[in-house]
T-cell receptor, first 114, second 117 residues
Framework: SAVISQKPSRDICQRGTSLTIQCQVDSQVTMMFWYRQQPGQSLTLIATANQGSEATYESGFVIDKFPISRPNLTFSTLTVSNMSPEDSSIYLC???????????FGSGTQLSVL | KQEVTQIPAALSVPEGENLVLNCSFTDSAIYNLQWFRQDPGKGLTSLLLIQSSQREQTSGRLNASLDKSSGRSTLYIAASQPGDSATYLCAVPGGMISSGSARQLTFGSGTQLTVLP
């Protein structure tokens, strides 16, 4: 299994500012993903974090709003840029590991935008 | 496009009761199905993963079954405890993925379980 550390665990931010969320994995994972969970809803995939190259974004998500880095196999960041109250959600880092391959999650970042 | 549905959306039971959570998916050509637990405001914990060739998986008081042909999975929790209170989500790969990886899962909306002491 993989242990995924994510920080901050929660933050309250002002409109128009940006927040960077960090994700550290204790072992090498095959792939890393960022999900968003809006209040009362299930998880929606934002993007796949690719090592050393630009992330692959899902429909409805763009790099200017959610820049993602993955400089090595065990670390990734997600930035929520120019935040608005609609960005208030839980943001989750995840990675695939093991055989058969499973998806493991970080503890999440609960973001509130005022 | 794969769609995953979970019913009921919420469930409240007295401690000690056995219960079943349901998950259905529209595209039966899945490689596996995974059940997760989510505590309020927290990330997800993987509970069980069932491969498409399997019919069920067990872990402690949890038993998950898979019927690919009907597009259904159930999570059975025996002798429920207040500590089981959480949201339970099922997830499947977005479509047939020959590599069998867990990437790009499609999640159900979850069943919020409350076990009353």
């Amino acid at each position: 299994s993989a242990v995924i550390s994510q920080k901050p665990s929660r933050d309250i931010c002002q409109r128009g500012t940006s927040l960077t969320i960090q994700c550290q994995v204790d072992s090498q994972v095959t792939m890393m993903f960022w999900y968003r969970q809006q209040p009362g809803q299930s998880l929606t995939l934002i993007a796949t974090a690719n090592q050393g190259s630009e992330a692959t974004y899902e429909s409805g998500f763009v790099i200017d709003k959610f820049p993602i880095s993955r400089p090595n196999l065990t670390f990734s960041t997600l930035t929520v840029s120019n935040m608005s109250p609609e960005d208030s959600s839980i943001y989750l880092c995840s990675g695939t590991a093991g055989h058969p391959e499973k998806l493991f999650f970080g503890s999440g970042t609960q973001l509130s935008v005022l | 496009k794969q769609e995953v549905t979970q019913i009921p959306a919420a469930l409240s039971v007295p401690e000690g009761e056995n219960l079943v959570l349901n998950c259905s998916f529209t595209d039966s050509a899945i490689y596996n199905l995974q059940w997760f637990r989510q505590d309020p405001g927290k990330g997800l914990t993987s509970l069980l993963l069932i491969q498409s060739s399997q019919r069920e998986q067990t872990s402690g008081r949890l038993n998950a079954s898979l019927d690919k042909s009907s597009g259904r999975s159930t999570l059975y929790i025996a002798a429920s405890q207040p500590g089981d209170s959480a949201t339970y989500l099922c997830a499947v790969p977005g479509g047939m993925i020959s590599s069998g990886s867990a990437r790009q899962l499609t999640f159900g909306s979850g069943t919020q379980l409350t076990v009353l002491p």
